[in-house]
Structure formats: C-alpha cells, structure tokens
C-alpha cells in the first residue's frame, strides 16, 4: 500500500466501543473516514501531504489511541515515501507515549496457505477473510481468527492434522485411546480387559453407561496426594479473593490436603460414609471445594446447591437425596448485599421435616465478613460450627478406595422446566474426562495460573473449577465476590493482581461488562484537546463530530483498558452460545486481539465439554464451538431422527457414549431414558438445536423447546430489542412479516412480547418454564424466582404483557 495515493496511514489498535478495534479502510482524499457497519466501528485516518491538518490528525489518531497510558499500545504503520514529515510527526506521537512495539505489515494472511483443510474434513476453508491471532483485531468481516504460528508451536495439539490423528484414534478405538489417558492417573485396581460397556439404544433394552468398571480409585487422591507425590506440594492449589477487594487467602497442595482430611475425619466420625448424601450449600470460599474434595475422599456423595437457591428450592434437595449432613455458612456477602444463608437452610430444614426427612447436623461455617456468629440463628443439638470442631481432627485420613462406576455426585439442575433432576456421576470416567477436557480446551501449562468465574453450585464449577483443574495440578482462582462489585473493573483487577493466564467465564457476564463500560476524566479531556486542535486548523464541522464520536467509543472500554492483562494466554466462554458481537468484544477488548477463545459447548449431563476449540488447532469463527472433543460423536438429525450430512440444522444428538456422561437421574431411571433417549432411539438427545455450516463447523442456535405455544394463542414470542431502538405497532408487524417471510407463515408468531431482558439463571439458563406462566397468564404459579441472576425481569416482564 504504500506506493498507493502518496500517503501515511496510521491505524490506532485501540479498543473501540463494545466489539471492535480500528482497521484500515481505503480513503481516496484527506478526510476522515468513519464506517459503522452494525456495530463494527472502522475507523481510516487519512494524512495527505498537501492537508495542512493531516499530521495534526495523525498525532490526534495516535494520541487517541494511547489514552491508556497504563500500558504500550500497538500501531500498524504503513509508510509512505511522499510524507516524510507526516511521518516524522506520527513516529514522534509515537515515542512520546512509549510506542515501543512498532510493527510493520504488508500480509496478514502469510498462515492461510498452510490452513486450507478443515479439521473435520469437510472440505476447504471457503473464504480467505480472515485474521492472524496476535497481529489484528477480529472486524465485522473478519469470519476467521487464524493461530499464529508461535502460538500453534507450542500449543499441545499444534494442528488440526494432530487433532485428526487422535480424533480418529478415538472414535475408531475409544478402549485403547482413553485407557492410555485414564492409566496416567493412580488407580489401586486397574480396570478390567473391558473397558468400557454400553446401550443408547432404549429399544434394546435399558440405557446403560459403564468406564473402567471394576478400577478402583479415588478422585480425590488424585487431585491431591498424587500431586504431592509429584513435587507439588509446595505449589499455590488455591488463589481465594473475597468479596470486596484486600480480603484473600491462598492454599498450596500440601494445606489443602491437610484441611480436606481435617473435614473428611469430622464427617466420618458423625457417622458419614461411603455411598451418603452430604449436602453442600456454600458460597464461593475455599471452604467449598474442601468440602467437595472432603466427601471424595470417604466416598461419601455431594450434592453441592447453588448458595442463591431459596429455602423451597434446598428443601426439595433434601428430601430427594435424603443427606446425612448438610454444611452452610452463616451467611454471604454479594456486593454490597448480605444474604443470610443459614436462615434459608433452617427453613428449608423445617420443610423437609415435615416430609418426614430430618437431618440431623448443619455443619455451619462462620463468614465473618459477612455475619459474626452472635448474630447467627441456632438450633442447639443440630447445628455445630466448623471452627470449634474441624480444627481439632488430625492432617491425614485414609482413602476410600472406591469403583470407577460409584457414585461421586449428585447435581441437580435448575428446574427450568419444572421438577428438579437429579444427575449423577460417577467417579472414574468423570475423573478422566474431566481432566482431559480440561488439559487441552485450555492448552494447559503447569505455569498457568487458571480462574472460571462459575460457581461450584453449577457443574462449570463441578468440572473446570474443582476437579478438572485440580487433576492436572494446576493453581485456581476462587473469587467469592460479584464482577461488577466494587465496580465493573473488578474482574481485570483480579487477572492483573494473580497474573490470571486462562479466563472461563460466561456470555451472560460479557455482555453485562460490555454494557456497563465507563468514561474516564482524562479521555473526555483528551477528547476536548483533539476537537480543539482539529477546529484550530479548519476542520468542518463533521469531521468534529466523527472524531468525538470515536474517542467516545475509545473511552468507554476504561474498564477494561486500564488493567493491563498481558497475564491473558486463553480466553473461554460457557453456558450459553455466545453471539458474534460478543465473541469479538472478548478477543479484540479483553484479550487484546491475541487470545484464542474456547467456545464450549456441553451440559451438566455431559460432565465436560463435547464441542469446543483447541486454542492452536484450527481457525476459529466468532460464535462458533467449531468441532468435537476426542471420542465424541455429533450429529443432526431431522425431526424423524435421520442423521443429515453436509451444511444443515435440526436437533443436536451424540451417537457412543464418552467417559464422562452422566449415568441416570438420581432415583427415576425412567424419567433419564424417556428425557434423553426415546426421542431419538439409538442417540443421546442434547435438547439443543446445532446449525452445521458449509466448513463443517458447528453452531449451537439453543434450546428447541424455546418456542412457546401457548394454548388458545399459538406461537408466542418474547422479543428484546437492541438498546436504543423503541417498541412499536409498525416493529410488531414487521417482526411477524420477517418470519413469515423468511421462515414460513407456520412458524409466524400470534404474540410479540416485548422483553427487556429474559429470566435466566446466573450461569445463563433461560427459565422457560418462568416465561409459559407469563405467556399463559398463570402469574400465580411462577413460583421459585431465586436462582435468576435478576429477578426484577419478570416484573418488568408482567408490566409489558399487554403493550
């Protein structure tokens, strides 16, 4: 480019409002070009040589972009012959603001040629618009975010002809593949010549999921001691960071074993042991994957619930796991806000009583920064605090070794759809799956340091919090706090603080913290002192215009921004499918555009990921899961249950079992095989809807039971408009025309409710059931609001029903 038009181009790779960093457009004279394209913003700065504001604009382009001074920034510049001086002014900006990584380029796309075939063999790569991870922000048109080459080097599956390789090793022999993965942890039994049996077919006879049945182990042997064993005892387990920022603790490997066989003692002498509930209802402190591990390690079953549940909602727990001992604490502070846990389990105990199911300790641990024990309610005879009896038990307990196919535990899910189920793991292929999973969505390296914002309450927290991380001896962030608390910035504060090199986190948080962004005192200044030099020198009026609208767009990513974050290697998203506009705010905003993200897909039945990145591997497409996992084995089936090949969508189903399925819904084997196997004999059926496009890459569209028929009016629709844009009578009607148009007049809505927000769990599950009372107006029966992340939805919702 730089024999084109006789100019310098300086692109800023500043963070722009909510998605996208600026790029380079072609310009053909001395102004400004500004292009919003959805919600892309693509900024040219143009610097002629015979525009007598054109440096003036440059160094304002490149001032801009350094509005965070905190950190060097990066410009692509492209010289030019015939402007020395705009140059010279550009390369000075520069240095002024510690512009130290100049970089040059000519081909962004030097690594297509090498990355033609698609890891699922569907054929070539059917557009070159793509983007090379760590040398370019991912645009609106950008459809392919490309691994360099440093990052695939050293990436554990460096290629997608490596991924084949063991891909195909896995499907075509899943016995030898995962008992070579499963023989790389301690077993005292090894397993059997089978390794594996199974039945998906209901018409066959009853489901059944059997790994390494017969090996005897211990999961939580292998999380810890093992670790031990191998040199890692003085290594940080745990990283805790309270909820309001100075309030932390750390754990290394050696501490934590010595606290689980502190609580795993108390629990067995009140008489807990292999194969009984214990209920688990605590926030987010290090004491929660303690007693996890704990309940491991006596081969006792923990049934971890969401500290956020109400009393009616732990009360039905109870009485269907029927718990030796449930373990609380006093209370919990979210934000600002206190919750009172432990009066939420005393009421839920009573519920449970009077069904005839009494448990007999509450096991409560004093959160002094949230509750001082004075205040605490008590029931003597019953409740006991932790700090006056888990001390005084001794550093080590012996190890229940238990069978692969014993139960580990029990995680109901949150009754989005009405009764809550019940969905149970066992211990060995959990074990392996887990950790696998784990080791290689996120390339794990023994020196990273790992935080998943999830809760343990959910099986995120279950899989990638406690035990997948732990299996490989990695160091864990616990954060007990809200993100947005003290302000939306925390989360950065966070990575910087413990140099946080893997991030999980859901879409559900990344669209808040996009929303929520912030304006800095010193870009409003500095956007003041650009307009001024550009009317100084003869701007027009809209060049002004567009100039304050980029540095607004540049100053309200400060949250963000202002953190370093070079810690960031790997980004990761879960629980919902994260759309384009998010996905590429994530890798531009947060991971500096030179971050892979693992878009996962998987469920609380599955145990770990199914679909899912191998940061290094393969390109990447913003909002897709692109490919399965080892030894699992998608497909889309039409309505009849026909598998369809090639680009298409319908129903997502796994044909074979994995090591880390769940095995039955604890206590109704029947509601397991009709939920998850009738519907499509022969396949586990996910729920979900999959779209598989020309490249083979897949694109998870939700749950196929969100379309809502409400009797007497048919489809009903629940809408949320983009912020800004008003409801009205003319939108209602073109909304409905645009389906009828492009769908089809079946599927055209008979309603259109305007949705400000949907009700969704705070792991972002959208309760449907919430959403048919409102649409049948069966406002009397929504009963259990307390798991949503905010329940001033539905509200909203019941307000809006007849507008």
């Not at 900024?43 to 604009?57: A, S």
């Not at 140059?87 to 510690?98: K, L, P």
């Not at 934000?335 to 009494?358: C, M, N, R």
């Not at 002192?529 to 100084?536: D, S, V």
Request: with cysteine.
């Amino acid at each position: 480019m730089a024999g084109q038009n006789q100019r310098l181009n300086v692109v800023p790779t500043v963070t722009m409002l909510g998605v996208m960093k600026a790029r380079l457009v072609g310009a053909t004279s001395g102004h400004a070009l500004l292009k919003k394209v959805r919600q892309n913003v693509v900024v040219g700065f143009l610097c002629h040589n015979n525009n007598k504001y054109d440096d003036n604009r440059a160094a304002a382009a490149a001032a801009a972009a350094s509005a965070d001074r905190s950190r060097p920034n990066q410009f692509l510049i492209f010289p030019s012959s015939s402007s020395p001086r705009s140059a010279v002014t550009a390369a000075a900006v520069m240095a002024s603001i510690g512009g130290n990584n100049l970089i040059t380029s000519s081909n962004h796309l030097r690594h297509v040629d090498f990355i033609t075939n698609l890891p699922s063999g569907a054929g070539k790569i059917s557009h070159l618009n793509a983007v090379v991870l760590g040398e370019a922000s991912a645009s609106e048109q950008a459809d392919l975010v490309l691994p360099s080459q440093q990052f695939s080097s050293q990436a554990l599956v460096p290629s997608h002809q490596k991924y084949l390789e063991m891909y195909m090793r896995s499907i075509q022999d899943p016995a030898g593949f995962w008992s070579d993965i499963a023989s790389q942890f301690y077993w005292k039994q090894k397993w059997p010549e089978q390794v594996f049996s199974e039945n998906l077919d209901i018409r066959k006879g009853p489901i059944k999921i059997e790994w390494f049945k017969g090996g005897i182990t211990n999961i939580c042997y292998n999380c810890v001691d093992r670790n031990i064993e191998a040199g890692l005892g003085h290594k940080v387990a745990l990283y805790w960071e309270g909820n309001g920022p100075g309030f932390d603790d750390t754990l290394t490997y050696s501490q934590l074993l010595h606290r689980v066989c502190q609580l795993a003692n108390y629990l067995k002498d009140i008489g807990v042991k292999r194969g009984d509930a214990v209920v688990i209802y605590l926030p987010m402190l290090m004491e929660l994957p303690i007693a996890m591990l704990a309940c491991a390690r006596i081969g006792a079953v923990h049934s971890v619930v969401f500290a956020g549940f109400s009393a009616e909602s732990l009360a039905q727990r109870i009485v269907d796991c029927k718990p030796k001992a449930v373990i609380t604490c006093n209370a919990v502070k979210r934000g600002p806000k206190i919750i009172h846990l432990k009066e939420i389990v005393d009421a839920a105990l009573i519920q449970s009583a009077k069904t005839g199911i009494s448990v007999d300790v509450c096991l409560t641990y004093e959160n002094q920064s949230a509750m001082k024990r004075e205040s605490t309610n008590w029931q003597e005879g019953r409740d006991v605090w932790w700090s006056d009896v888990v001390p005084k038990y001794p550093y080590t307990c012996e190890v229940e070794w238990v069978d692969a196919e014993d139960p580990l535990f029990l995680l109901y899910t949150s009754g989005s759809t009405g009764k809550p189920k019940g969905v149970l793991h066992t211990t060995g292929g959990y074990m392996v799956y887990a950790a696998t999973t784990f080791k290689h969505a996120f390339d794990y390296k023994p020196s990273d340091i790992y935080w998943c914002t999830a809760d343990c309450g959910w099986i995120t927290g279950h899989s990638y919090v406690t035990y997948g991380p732990l299996l490989n001896g990695a160091t864990v962030v616990v954060f007990e706090g809200a993100p947005n608390y003290p302000d939306p910035g925390r989360c950065w504060d966070i990575v910087d603080k413990y140099k946080v090199t893997l991030f999980y986190t859901a879409p559900t948080l990344v669209r808040s913290l996009m929303r929520e962004g912030g304006v800095s005192f010193s870009g409003c200044f500095l956007s003041v002192y650009c307009c001024f030099l550009m009317i100084r020198d003869g701007a027009c009026f809209y060049e002004v215009i567009l100039l304050i609208a980029i540095l607004i767009f540049i100053t309200i990513t400060q949250y963000v921004t202002r953190y370093s974050r070079k810690s960031l290697r790997v980004l990761g998203s879960v629980g919902e499918p994260i759309n384009p506009s998010a996905w590429r705010w994530f890798y531009n905003v947060v991971g500096d555009s030179r971050c892979p993200i693992s878009d996962t897909w998987w469920q609380t039945e599955t145990g770990g990921f199914m679909i899912t990145p191998l940061p290094g591997a393969w390109p990447q497409k913003p909002g897709s899961a692109t490919f399965p996992f080892f030894g699992v084995q998608p497909v889309i089936v039409d309505e009849k249950g026909v598998e369809i090949g090639g680009e298409c969508s319908g129903y997502l189903c796994l044909k074979s079992s994995w090591p880390g399925a769940f095995r039955t819904l604890y206590g109704d084997h029947e509601r397991y095989e009709t939920t998850y196997f009738k519907p499509f004999p022969g396949y586990y059926f996910s729920g979900d809807g999959c779209r598989r496009d020309k490249d083979g890459y897949h694109w998870l569209t939700g749950r196929v039971d969100d379309v809502i028929n409400v009797k007497g009016q048919g489809i009903y629709a629940f809408v949320t408009l983009v912020e800004g844009v008003p409801y009205s009578e003319e939108l209602r009607k073109s909304l409905i025309m645009t389906v009828r148009k492009q769908i089809g007049a079946f599927a055209a809505p008979d309603k259109i409710h305007w949705a400000p927000g949907l009700p969704k769990t705070r792991s972002g599950k959208i309760m449907r059931r919430i959403l048919r009372k409102i649409a049948s107006r069966q406002l009397d029966e929504l009963e259990d609001t307390s798991t949503l992340a905010d329940p001033t939805v539905v509200h909203q919702l019941i307000e809006l029903a007849d507008c």
